[in-house]
C-alpha cells in the first residue's frame, strides 16, 4: 500500500479541526510516537480543539454503521483516537512520555480491522 502524503479530509461541519487533521493516524503506533514526537504546546492545543467538540463528533460518528463510515468520519474517529492517546500527557503528566517509565515502550499486537 502507498503512504499518502494528502491531508486526511473532514467533514465540512468539523472544518476547524483542519490544522489537526495531521492526528489523524492508522495505527496506534503512529498516534503513539506522534504523541512522543509533540510538544505539550502542540498537545494541549489538539486536544482544546477537540474537547469541546466531542459530543458533536461522536453524534456525527454514531450517524453510520460503524463498517461503513466515510472516509471523511472515519478521519473524524481517527481524531478521537489520538484524543485518547493526547489526553493522559495533558491532563495528568505534562510529559509526552509516562513519568518514571525510563526507557520502557509499548506494543500493540494487533489493531483493529477497518
Not at 18 to 34: C, I, V
Not at 83 to 109: C, H, I, K, T, Y
Request: glycine share 2%; net charge negative; charged share 25%.
Amino acid at each position: 500500500m502507498a503512504v499518502s502524503n494528502a491531508t486526511p479530509e473532514l467533514p465540512a461541519d468539523f472544518a476547524d479541526l483542519a490544522p489537526f487533521a495531521d492526528w489523524a493516524l492508522n495505527t496506534w503506533r503512529e498516534r503513539y510516537d506522534k504523541r512522543l514526537a509533540s510538544s505539550m504546546d502542540d498537545m494541549q492545543a489538539f486536544y482544546d480543539a477537540m474537547m469541546p467538540r466531542l459530543p458533536d463528533i461522536l453524534a456525527h460518528c454514531d450517524s453510520f454503521d460503524l463498517g461503513e463510515l466515510p472516509d471523511d468520519a472515519h478521519n473524524l474517529l481517527l481524531l478521537v483516537f489520538a484524543l485518547g492517546e493526547a489526553s493522559f500527557p495533558v491532563e495528568a503528566w505534562r510529559q509526552p512520555r509516562v513519568p518514571d517509565s525510563g526507557s520502557a515502550d509499548l506494543e500493540m499486537v494487533r489493531e483493529p480491522r477497518r
